[in-house]
């Protein structure tokens, strides 16, 4: 593909406001204060009602598509009704592409990263144009029970891609130095670390199961004095005491796991030959394979509740009831029903295993099976290859002991033993892990707190990385920061 795609994306892009840099390095505190306020003003956001749409006639959808839409911030008949997801898509498919080499660019010139940042930005406006359209054509994806008026539906489509202009600028602020991190991680890291903070500690009434409050916490301390424990170890459709285990359980599963590495023994040419070792870590392609699965899973529902939206009134359509159907339930919730849009869509919890354990099965299979092939994929596109390792090494000046300097093809053969046995491993943990603790009702999601320890373990590294810079100045100029 030639390189006048991405030109054209990119000249999209330098229309649109755009943040600079700042002239000096903020302090880590001002960083701090930046990365508050962004994310305060997308909380915000998710809480403002869409102009012109009466909030009476949407319709949430059910906790097992809420999963999805709580990680990308999509919050139904909001401005983030398509969230993160135009831009995470966006940023995924440029990524797939040039790692194929169906583009050409070399991501290490950062003439060309600007390049390839300007067309992501582009293509983000494009498929937040198109979400949004299909969003006001079909009523929301089907969560109002009229349909839009011409005038309402041009509305929504305005303040949907104004919004999601908006989100792009959050996300161009904290990477160009104002803030810590990237906006999309933050935002997916706040959104789960909500459910899990309401999970626990909401004082609100338990509609519709066992006990007073709706957080497993107050309802706890309340059953400690009444001696009714065993009733709120399974709670249907409410948080119990097995998600609060599982929760803390697989938290530490992953925290322990993000700092097992596999050492790989090398030598460095330019100081005589010393010897010292390169750590490759445990979970090769950290989340990446579910993150992957995710938003394939939240586009395709996506269109399969367009497509619903359009034509359920003929029941007899073979196509639609293949792609997904859908109803409103007695709580006024979108709910699958059919289709393979229900077994992407699981129950969560131990009841909802017992009561669907062939739709579970299902979604658990598709998961490991989905994370071995976007984990070997992943490798094979970012650069995290045997032969692309083998190459950095050379580049380096690094070589394996007992190896002859600068064979590539000797070097690509030594790290496959390592690098494809791990990124097989890794790819089928992380797959287990975010299946089994969905099925356990783990607060947040199995998906979402798979991705937010991840996240928070990288915000650590960013931070110690900082605090380092600013304790040493000495050493912010030895890197050239």
Same mark, same amino acid.
């Given at each position: 593909?030639?390189?006048?795609?991405?030109?054209?994306?990119?000249?999209?892009?330098? =229309?649109?406001?755009? %943040?600079? &840099?700042?002239?000096?390095?903020?302090? /880590?505190?001002?960083?701090?204060?930046?990365?508050?306020?962004?994310?305060?003003?997308?909380?915000?956001?998710?809480?403002?009602?869409? +102009?012109?749409?009466?909030?009476?006639?949407?319709?949430?959808?059910?906790?097992?598509?809420?999963?999805?839409?709580?990680?990308?911030?999509?919050?139904?008949?909001?401005?983030?009704?398509?969230?993160?997801?135009?831009?995470?898509?966006?940023?995924?498919?440029?990524?797939?592409?040039?790692?194929?080499?169906?583009?050409? /660019?070399?991501?290490?010139?950062?003439?060309?990263?600007?390049?390839?940042?300007? !067309?992501?930005?582009?293509?983000?406006?494009?498929?937040?144009?198109?979400?949004?359209?299909? +969003?006001?054509?079909?009523?929301?994806?089907?969560?109002?029970?009229?349909?839009?008026?011409?005038?309402?539906?041009?509305?929504?489509?305005?303040?949907? %891609?104004? @919004?999601?202009?908006?989100?792009?600028?959050?996300?161009?602020?904290?990477?160009?130095?104002?803030?810590?991190?990237?906006? $999309?991680?933050?935002?997916?890291? @706040?959104?789960?670390?909500?459910?899990?903070?309401?999970?626990?500690?909401? $004082?609100?009434?338990?509609?519709?199961?066992?006990?007073?409050?709706?957080?497993?916490?107050?309802?706890? =301390?309340?059953?400690?004095?009444?001696?009714? =424990?065993?009733? #709120?170890?399974?709670?249907?459709?409410?948080?119990?005491?097995?998600?609060?285990? !599982?929760?803390?359980?697989?938290?530490?599963?992953?925290?322990?796991?993000?700092?097992?590495?596999?050492?790989?023994?090398?030598?460095?040419?330019?100081?005589?030959?010393?010897?010292? &070792?390169?750590?490759?870590?445990?979970?090769?392609?950290?989340?990446?394979? *579910?993150?992957?699965?995710? #938003?394939?899973?939240?586009? +395709?529902?996506?269109?399969?509740?367009?497509?619903?939206?359009?034509?359920?009134?003929?029941?007899?359509?073979?196509?639609?009831? =293949?792609?997904?159907?859908?109803?409103?339930?007695?709580?006024?919730?979108?709910?699958?029903?059919?289709?393979?849009?229900?077994?992407?869509?699981?129950?969560?919890?131990?009841?909802?295993?017992?009561?669907?354990?062939?739709? *579970?099965?299902?979604?658990?299979?598709?998961?490991?099976? !989905? @994370?071995?092939?976007?984990?070997?994929?992943?490798?094979?596109?970012?650069?995290?290859?045997?032969?692309?390792?083998?190459?950095?090494?050379? &580049?380096?000046?690094?070589?394996?002991?007992?190896?002859?300097?600068?064979? *590539? &093809?000797?070097?690509?053969?030594?790290?496959?033993?390592?690098?494809?046995?791990?990124?097989?491993?890794?790819?089928? $943990?992380?797959?287990?892990?975010?299946?089994?603790?969905?099925?356990?009702?783990?607060?947040?999601?199995?998906?979402?707190?798979?991705?937010? *320890?991840?996240?928070?373990?990288?915000?650590?590294?960013?931070?110690?990385?900082?605090?380092?810079?600013?304790?040493?100045?000495?050493?912010?100029?030895?890197?050239?920061?």
């Amino acid at each position: 593909m030639k390189m006048g795609f991405l030109d054209a994306l990119g000249k999209m892009a330098y =229309i649109l406001p755009s %943040v600079k &840099k700042p002239e000096r390095r903020p302090s /880590l505190y001002e960083r701090f204060g930046w990365t508050g306020l962004v994310l305060l003003l997308f909380l915000i956001m998710g809480n403002v009602y869409l +102009y012109g749409i009466p909030t009476k006639a949407i319709i949430s959808p059910e906790s097992a598509l809420s999963v999805f839409t709580l990680i990308f911030g999509m919050r139904t008949g909001t401005l983030m009704m398509l969230g993160i997801s135009p831009i995470v898509t966006a940023g995924i498919v440029l990524e797939v592409l040039v790692g194929a080499k169906i583009i050409e /660019l070399d991501l290490t010139d950062p003439e060309q990263r600007e390049k390839f940042t300007a !067309a992501q930005k582009g293509l983000a406006i494009i498929l937040a144009i198109v979400e949004a359209t299909a +969003y006001a054509v079909s009523n929301l994806g089907g969560a109002l029970r009229t349909p839009l008026t011409p005038t309402q539906q041009v509305l929504v489509i305005i303040q949907l %891609v104004i @919004a999601s202009i908006i989100v792009l600028l959050f996300d161009e602020l904290l990477q160009k130095g104002w803030g810590i991190g990237s906006a $999309i991680s933050l935002f997916i890291l @706040a959104n789960v670390a909500e459910t899990v903070t309401w999970d626990m500690f909401s $004082i609100a009434p338990a509609i519709g199961g066992a006990g007073t409050y709706f957080g497993i916490i107050p309802e706890l =301390i309340t059953r400690i004095f009444t001696g009714n =424990i065993l009733e #709120i170890v399974i709670r249907q459709g409410l948080p119990d005491i097995i998600g609060l285990v !599982a929760t803390l359980s697989f938290m530490l599963l992953l925290i322990y796991l993000q700092g097992v590495r596999v050492e790989i023994p090398v030598t460095i040419q330019r100081y005589r030959g010393i010897r010292s &070792k390169i750590p490759l870590n445990f979970l090769y392609v950290a989340n990446i394979p *579910v993150l992957l699965f995710m #938003i394939f899973i939240s586009d +395709y529902l996506f269109f399969a509740r367009i497509i619903w939206s359009r034509f359920n009134s003929d029941n007899s359509n073979v196509f639609l009831n =293949i792609l997904g159907t859908f109803t409103i339930n007695e709580k006024n919730q979108l709910v699958t029903t059919g289709g393979l849009a229900y077994y992407l869509s699981p129950p969560r919890g131990i009841l909802g295993l017992i009561a669907e354990p062939i739709r *579970v099965l299902v979604y658990t299979v598709l998961l490991i099976i !989905a @994370a071995i092939v976007f984990g070997l994929m992943w490798v094979e596109v970012s650069g995290m290859s045997p032969r692309d390792q083998a190459e950095q090494l050379i &580049k380096s000046g690094l070589n394996i002991p007992g190896m002859r300097l600068g064979s *590539v &093809k000797a070097l690509e053969a030594f790290l496959s033993r390592y690098i494809y046995p791990l990124t097989l491993l890794s790819s089928i $943990i992380v797959g287990a892990i975010a299946a089994l603790a969905h099925i356990l009702g783990v607060f947040g999601g199995g998906m979402g707190i798979l991705l937010a *320890v991840g996240i928070i373990y990288q915000y650590y590294q960013v931070i110690a990385y900082e605090r380092a810079l600013e304790a040493y100045p000495l050493l912010r100029r030895l890197i050239g920061e």
